[in-house]
C-alpha cells in the first residue's frame, strides 16, 4: 500500500507555510507578497500566479520565494523534476528558511524517494524537534518506506499534544490499513468520515478500506495442448498478507499427463502433482526478496525439487530493475538452473512496460536463452496484460494474454493462454478469485 500524500498547504491547515515579509524592493518590483496569497486561494488563479512569477524572473528578482512559489507551482502540475530543481534553488538561496525545506521534501515523497525526504524533515526536526509539519512528514516517510511501527509512534507523539489532531487521526487510520488491521483502520476512520467527508486523506482510506484483503485465493482449470499430446491441469493458489511487508503463498498443481513441454522458459515433464511455497518482503516502487521451494512429483521419471531466490529493486525514477536463479535437483532435466533478469518501466498513468530475458543452464545441454515483452493495464482490480516473446536455439517465437477481470464482492475471474510456434503448443486456463479479510 502506497502512502497517502497530502499536500504540505493541508496538512498546516490554517498555520501559513510561507513567511509574510519579503524584501521591499524585490516585492514592488514584482508583487511576489500578491502572488504568495493568491497561491492560497482555492480554486487557485494559476495562469495569474504564473505570469507575476514570469515577471519576477524577468526583472531578475533575488527573493528566494520566486524559487519557492515556482517549486509548489510546478509540483500541482505533475512537473515533479522541475519542482525539486526549484525548490533546491530556494533552499539555497535561503538556507535558514524553513518553508523551501519542507517543500523540497514534500516534492520528494511525490517522486517516491522518501530517503531524501526523510533526511530533510529530519533536519528541520534537529533545528526544531516540536515541528508538526516536520513529524507529520516523517511519519508519511515512514509509511512510505513500510514502516508502521515508526509512524504510529510519530502519531501517537502528535496526539498525546493534542487529542483533536485530524492529520494524525487520519494518519492512525492508514497505518492500520497498511497493518491489514481493517476491524482497527475502519474503527479510526468511521469518526473522522463522519466529521470530515471531504478530507482526502480519509476519502483515500476509506477506497482503501473497501479494497484491501488479507487472503486471496484463486481456483483454475485448464489444459495444455502439447506436442507429445494433451494435459489437462487444476490449480489451487493461496497468498497470505502477513503484515505491511511479507507475504507467503501456497501452491498446488496437478495435471493428468506427464507430458514434456517445449516452453523455452521451462523446458521440463510436466509433474503429476507439484507444491510450490514462498515467502516474500517487499515495499512497492522500492524493494523485494522472495525466497521458494518447489516439490514436483512424477511417475514416469524421478521426482524434482526446485529452489528460487528472486530480488528487485527500483533503480532510479520509477523503474525497476529484478533478478532470479532457479536451481533443479534430483532427475537430471533439460534446463537444471534457469537464471532470469528483467526491467519494469511505467508508460502512463495505468500502464507499464515488462521486458525480461531468461538464461538456461543445463549441465547436460546447450544453453539456451528467451525475451519476453510485456504490456500491463492496472486500474483498481482490473488488470490486463498481452506479450511477446522470442527463445533461440530452436527458435520459437511466444504470445499471451492474461488478466484478472473484477467481479463484485472481492471477487474475480482470472484468465490466460498462451501460444509457442515450437510444437505448436498452446496453454489455457480460466479460474475464479476470492479475497477477504
Avoid at 42 to 59: G, K, V, W
Avoid at 183 to 208: H, N, S
Avoid at 334 to 357: C, I
Amino acid at each position: 500500500m502506497r502512502a497517502a500524500i497530502v499536500p504540505l498547504m493541508a496538512v498546516l491547515g490554517a498555520a501559513p507555510l510561507l513567511p509574510a515579509a519579503a524584501p521591499a524592493a524585490a516585492a514592488a518590483q514584482c508583487e511576489l507578497d500578491r502572488a504568495q496569497q493568491l497561491m492560497g486561494q482555492q480554486p487557485q488563479p494559476t495562469a495569474q500566479i504564473d505570469t507575476m512569477l514570469d515577471q519576477c524572473r524577468a526583472l531578475a528578482a533575488t527573493d528566494y520565494r520566486v524559487d519557492l512559489l515556482t517549486g509548489v507551482r510546478a509540483r500541482d502540475d505533475g512537473r515533479l523534476n522541475d519542482a525539486a530543481a526549484a525548490l533546491a534553488r530556494a533552499h539555497q538561496q535561503a538556507p535558514d528558511e524553513v518553508a523551501p525545506v519542507l517543500e523540497l521534501a514534500v516534492t520528494h515523497e511525490f517522486q517516491q524517494r522518501p530517503d531524501k525526504a526523510r533526511v530533510l524533515y529530519d533536519q528541520v526536526l534537529q533545528a526544531d524537534p516540536g515541528s508538526r509539519p516536520a513529524q507529520l512528514g516523517l511519519a508519511r516517510v515512514a509509511r512510505q518506506q513500510y514502516r508502521p511501527d515508526e509512524a504510529e509512534a510519530i502519531y501517537r507523539g502528535l496526539l498525546a499534544a493534542d487529542p483533536d489532531d485530524r492529520q494524525a487521526q487520519a494518519g492512525m487510520a492508514m497505518v492500520a490499513l497498511q497493518q491489514r488491521r481493517y476491524d482497527l483502520a475502519r474503527e479510526r476512520l468511521q469518526p473522522l468520515q463522519a466529521a470530515t467527508p471531504d478530507d482526502p486523506q480519509v476519502r483515500a482510506g476509506l477506497e482503501e478500506l473497501a479494497l484491501g484483503w488479507r487472503y486471496r485465493l484463486d481456483l483454475m482449470a485448464g489444459r495444455e495442448d502439447l506436442s507429445a499430446g494433451n494435459s489437462n491441469r487444476l490449480l489451487a493458489d493461496l497468498e497470505i498478507a502477513l503484515n505491511a511487508r511479507d507475504v507467503f503463498r501456497a501452491t498446488y498443481v496437478n495435471n493428468d499427463r506427464e507430458l514434456i513441454s517445449l516452453d523455452p522458459r521451462d523446458l521440463a515433464v510436466l509433474p503429476l502433482n507439484a507444491g510450490r511455497v514462498s515467502w516474500m518482503r517487499r515495499v512497492p516502487g522500492q524493494f523485494f526478496w522472495e525466497v521458494a521451494y518447489e516439490y514436483r512429483q512424477h511417475d514416469s521419471v524421478q521426482d524434482e525439487q526446485r529452489v528460487e531466490l528472486n530480488v528487485g529493486h527500483r533503480l532510479g525514477g520509477r523503474v525497476q530493475g529484478f533478478a532470479g536463479v532457479r536451481q533443479q535437483f534430483g532427475a537430471t532435466p533439460a534446463h537444471d538452473r534457469l537464471w532470469h533478469l528483467g526491467l519494469s518501466m511505467p508508460t502512463s498513468a495505468h500502464t507499464y512496460a515488462t521486458v525480461v530475458a531468461y538464461f538456461g543452464d543445463p549441465t547436460f545441454a546447450d544453453k539456451s536463452t528467451a525475451y519476453v515483452a510485456d504490456l500491463t493495464y492496472e486500474r483498481e482490480r482490473l488488470q490486463l496484460t498481452g506479450g511477446i516473446g522470442y527463445g533461440t536455439d530452436p527458435s520459437n517465437f511466444i504470445s499471451h494474454v492474461r488478466g484478472v477481470w473484477p467481479l463484485p464482492r472481492h471477487q474475480a475471474i482470472t484468465f490466460g493462454i498462451e501460444h509457442r510456434t515450437l510444437g505448436d503448443e498452446t496453454e489455457a486456463i480460466v479460474g475464479w478469485r476470492v479475497e477477504w479479510k
